[in-house]
């Protein structure tokens, strides 16, 4: 089993810049690609990033490219997101997630384990 625990979350104002980390305990995350989803209150989750188990393959959703900048130390067993620029709608839970798979996936569904998210809100 796999546990993530998200941190890094935070009140800040728009233009603004956070880094979201994860840590996984359990077993070593290094061979599983790993992804950042969030949430939005009254709205579904959706797909943030991915990148795959040796960090050389990244995908980012549209609303997210150029500001936000996966990456991960799997010496240390920890994912990060580094959000630059950031706007209100950006408002959400972000979660983090890992899939027993080496390969990037950008469906909810393809990963096995989840955090339990932390909370990033940025005010206008």
């Known amino acids: 089993q796999v546990q993530l625990v998200e941190s890094g979350g935070g009140l800040v104002q728009a233009g603004s810049s956070l880094r979201l980390s994860c840590a996984a305990s359990?077993?070593?995350?290094?061979?599983?690609?790993m992804g950042w989803f969030r949430q939005a209150p009254g709205k579904d989750r959706e797909f943030v990033v991915t990148?795959?188990?040796?960090?050389?393959?990244?995908y980012y959703a549209d609303a997210v490219k150029g500001r936000f900048t996966i990456s991960r130390d799997n010496a240390k067993n920890t994912l990060y997101l580094q959000m630059n620029s950031l706007k209100p709608e950006d408002t959400a839970v972000y979660y983090c997630?890992?899939?027993?798979?080496?390969?990037?996936?950008?469906?909810?569904?393809?990963?096995?384990?989840w955090g339990q998210g932390t909370q990033v809100t940025v005010s206008s």
């Open positions: 990148i795959n188990w040796s960090g050389a393959t990244t």
């Open positions: 359990g077993r070593t995350v290094s061979t599983y690609a």
């Open positions: 997630a890992a899939r027993s798979r080496s390969g990037i996936a950008d469906q909810g569904g393809a990963y096995d384990y």
